[in-house]
């Protein structure tokens, strides 16, 4: 007896442990560096103090760094891979392969301690990976300290050197990063072009380069009275130290990374938002692109506002848009973004990478195993917010998502969204899985759950997971709550697998001299609600609600003006459902699947009847 009960005492504080170990948690770090560049050979050297807070229920034997530098040399991970793919991406294909070494980057450490003793680490392509001396039990800090050398690329992707506009340096992915610990474990994946995953933390980041140089990016400047070209406050004098080289010295709060550029010949402008953060613009004083620049800042500051209001408000106080990369890219507090372009993509590509700073460098989900989060959200969010400030004034400004998802759907070539980011096997699935499939899945989640409900989730879901790792399960969580539907279903069919939606009008048959009957059919693998709208001869038009049993729940009306019978629901598994309509068939004008085309059916053509 004394056993029994001793076992079953046991199981209880297991078990209460087990749920306990559930609780979210996440590292954090404190970055204190200093790099002096080189402008003549883009090379650079960098201290780097590292304190990290293992704040996991884990004890640590090992930590890793990212080197993503080490990507740009002949025969690396992304080179081998971009040769290999059978769609590359024209912005890389064989371009890395034909570096020379004075265009290659590289990072490579010289030194690394823990508390104050070497270590062993050894660089395995863009990863170190480290061996502790002493284990960092849970709750405990330990100190790396460590120093770097670096080389800057050839403009390729992302990171680099003189890119095609003139930008001298595009300081991303630069520094010695270490990696992600979370609940799943290491997330210390290669560099092959994709996606990141960085951990919460502070940065102090000195950057000393020639004087003449300007630099933007992440994090406050903290010296401006030294360093001028516009940081400092109007009215105060400028004293700049002697010599040819200036350190600018910034500080960044709570991001989980950081980045920055630089040209002699920045321009740079400044609005300081009333109700909001400083937006500071820094781009190449090229008469051609000046008139764009200068009327993309009223844009710039609706923008702002639009997220604010929609998402939550941008909880820092500075954002930084910078002319360089090789296209637009999201990092902490700022974007790259090529300058070139006519003034609606000038508009557009800053919607979409400053819609980033929620959905991703707020909302830090892990973009290489949930990058639809990440890159669907944002084209969502932002698609929406161009068609405000650019007064489009189209009604279904989501369409071209829902186009590109289509195209994926039956492209035979379509992986579950649940695919690692780098294990695509084609550039284009993994594109139009994570930016139009995943639009869909917010736009299409305003279907099942309201438009309203919708709207009232990115919101709470920003409260309850800003500075945090959020799960595409958190999300849906956040969904359910404000909706009281449940959305498993949803989730998993929608990103676990490649099951399509396809519901029919299979016949109108007139059962009496005065009822109808309706009969729908699921074709596709993919069971949703369903809205079906009638249209008598007299012009009126009804709708009829039938809801998922699966659900548990119901959607408000979504077009409160008209008349709608709620259905009884329809499960899963029966592939056919019938409407008992109380008219002659001869009455009946038009039967339509889903009038307002938010249903992502992939095949439409089967959607409706017609007198």
């Not at 090789?326 to 990478?353: K, P, Q, W």
């Not at 932002?382 to 369409?399: D, G, K, Y």
């Not at 998922?548 to 709608?564: A, D, V, Y």
């Not at 001869?586 to 059916?601: G, H, M, P, Q, R």
Request: charged share 20%; net charge negative.
């Amino acid at each position: 007896m004394f056993k029994k009960i001793a076992f079953v005492l046991f199981a209880g504080i297991y078990c209460v442990n087990a749920q306990n170990n559930t609780s979210y948690w996440q590292q954090k770090v404190a970055y204190t560096m200093d790099v002096d560049m080189n402008v003549e050979n883009f090379q650079y050297e960098g201290t780097q103090e590292l304190v990290y807070t293992n704040n996991s229920p884990d004890t640590l034997y090992q930590v890793f760094y990212h080197l993503y530098f080490n990507a740009f040399q002949p025969g690396s991970e992304m080179d081998i891979h971009s040769q290999n793919i059978p769609d590359p991406d024209p912005k890389i294909g064989y371009k890395i392969s034909k570096l020379s070494p004075e265009e290659t980057g590289y990072l490579n450490v010289s030194s690394l301690s823990q508390d104050g003793k070497a270590i062993e680490h050894k660089t395995a392509g863009t990863v170190l990976e480290v061996k502790l001396h002493s284990p960092i039990p849970p709750g405990k800090k330990t100190t790396f300290e460590m120093n770097f050398k670096g080389q800057v690329p050839k403009q390729i992707r992302r990171s680099g050197r003189n890119s095609a506009e003139g930008i001298a340096l595009s300081m991303t992915q630069w520094y010695p990063k270490i990696a992600e610990y979370d609940f799943e474990g290491w997330h210390a994946h290669p560099y092959i072009a994709r996606e990141f995953h960085g951990v919460w933390g502070d940065f102090d980041v000195t950057i000393t380069i020639d004087k003449e140089y300007v630099v933007g990016g992440t994090g406050y400047l903290q010296n401006a009275q030294e360093i001028g070209h516009g940081y400092e406050k109007p009215g105060t004098t400028v004293v700049k130290p002697k010599g040819k080289k200036l350190s600018w010295h910034f500080k960044a709060p709570n991001v989980h990374d950081f980045a920055w550029a630089a040209d002699p010949e920045y321009m740079h402008d400044v609005i300081t938002m009333p109700d909001g953060p400083t937006l500071h613009f820094l781009y190449k004083n090229n008469k051609e692109i000046i008139d764009n620049w200068k009327d993309l800042q009223p844009k710039a500051v609706e923008l702002m506002r639009y997220f604010s209001d929609k998402i939550g408000k941008y909880p820092y106080e500075q954002y930084s848009i910078l002319q360089g990369g090789d296209g637009g890219m999201e990092y902490a507090m700022c974007t790259l973004i090529t300058g070139e372009r006519n003034f609606n993509s000038l508009v557009g590509v800053t919607a979409h990478e400053m819609a980033h700073a929620w959905f991703q460098h707020i909302l830090a989900t892990n973009e290489a195993k949930h990058e639809w989060m990440d890159e669907g959200f944002t084209t969502y969010i932002s698609t929406l917010a161009m068609n405000e400030v650019m007064i489009q004034n189209n009604p279904n400004s989501l369409r071209g998502s829902y186009k590109t998802y289509y195209q994926l759907a039956i492209s035979g070539i379509e992986q579950p969204q649940t695919t690692h980011a780098d294990h695509y096997a084609h550039n284009f699935a993994y594109g139009a899985s994570a930016y139009g499939k995943g639009a869909v899945f917010l736009a299409q989640l305003g279907y099942i759950i309201g438009e309203d409900n919708l709207a009232k989730t990115i919101k709470r879901y920003y409260k309850e997971w800003k500075f945090k790792h959020p799960t595409p399960n958190d999300f849906k969580r956040v969904a359910e709550k404000i909706s009281s539907i449940q959305l498993d279903w949803y989730l998993t069919d929608w990103t676990q697998t490649t099951n399509t939606i396809d519901y029919a009008i299979k016949d109108v048959e007139e059962n009496s001299n005065t009822t109808t009957n309706i009969i729908l059919e699921r074709i596709g693998q993919m069971p949703m609600p369903i809205d079906v709208y009638v249209e008598y001869t007299d012009s009126v038009v009804e709708s009829f609600y039938i809801p998922l049993r699966m659900m548990r729940g119901q959607k408000e009306n979504p077009i409160p003006s008209m008349n709608r019978t709620i259905m009884s629901d329809w499960p899963w598994t029966n592939p056919t459902y019938t409407i008992n309509i109380s008219k002659p068939k001869s009455e009946i004008k038009s039967v339509k699947i889903d009038i307002t085309n938010v249903l992502a059916d992939i095949n439409p053509s089967n959607d409706g009847y017609t007198k």
